[in-house]
């Protein structure tokens, strides 16, 4: 079976909560995890701090602030340029509420209390998330035909074959883990096995040879997969 343990890059992960126990609580398990959280306690104090930084690569802010509701807060920062993805945290989890958060510009809403390795996970998986595949060495993924591209040349992909590609391609050039390809190419809960992963991963590598392609997936063994250029 393949190792469940959650991985990523380092993160800098913005926090805006008013309440000071809960914002300790986030600054000791961002920090456990290997990434960095940045702080603030008002929408005002958010506005002043986030709005223009380019660093930062999730947002979590509470919907109760004293100031402002997290959603309108949300909708301010992207109005200022501000494009992380964005999870809210509220004690009110009825349907409503959440709808509204998802219409604000958020990809996430997390009820508290919360459970800290699901709020973890959950704001790896938005980081992941919003990296969006680009050009590697030409290539290119069409989401339209499911077609990996170069140039004038196309390959068809099976959706997991393209959903492998969209995370080799985010992340170029760097180790991606195992876990995190299964997490991205399978459902939640799959039972996926070694033999699958890298059956698919032969699969990828014959359709970059057909397209011509000079870019190879580098095997760490038992670990991951790289996607190098020449």
Not at 7 to 33: F, K, M
Not at 40 to 66: C, K, T, Y
Request: hydrophobic letters at 45%; one cysteine or more; glycine letters at 10%.
């Amino acid at each position: 079976m393949i190792d469940g343990s959650t991985a990523t890059r380092e993160l800098v992960v913005a926090c805006v909560e008013d309440d000071p126990g809960i914002t300790r609580l986030l600054e000791e398990c961002l920090t456990a995890a290997g990434h960095t959280g940045v702080f603030a306690n008002s929408g005002a104090q958010a506005l002043r701090r986030f709005a223009e930084d380019q660093r930062i690569d999730v947002l979590v802010l509470d919907v109760g602030l004293p100031d402002m509701d997290g959603r309108d807060l949300c909708r301010v920062l992207r109005a200022n340029g501000q494009q992380a993805p964005a999870m809210f945290l509220s004690a009110v989890g009825q349907v409503h509420d959440i709808v509204q958060g998802f219409a604000s510009g958020g990809l996430d809403y997390v009820v508290k209390p919360f459970a800290v390795p699901e709020l973890i996970a959950r704001i790896e998986a938005l980081a992941r998330r919003s990296a969006p595949p680009g050009p590697v060495e030409g290539l290119h993924l069409d989401p339209e035909r499911f077609a990996l591209c170069l140039g004038d040349e196309s390959q068809l992909l099976t959706p997991t074959e393209f959903r492998l590609a969209a995370e080799l391609l985010a992340h170029s050039g760097h180790l991606v883990r195992r876990s995190d390809l299964v997490n991205a190419a399978w459902v939640p809960g799959a039972r996926v096995n070694g033999n699958t992963l890298d059956t698919y991963l032969h699969r990828l590598r014959r359709h970059l040879q057909a397209l011509g392609s000079d870019v190879t997936i580098h095997t760490v063994r038992g670990v991951g997969y790289i996607l190098r250029g020449t």
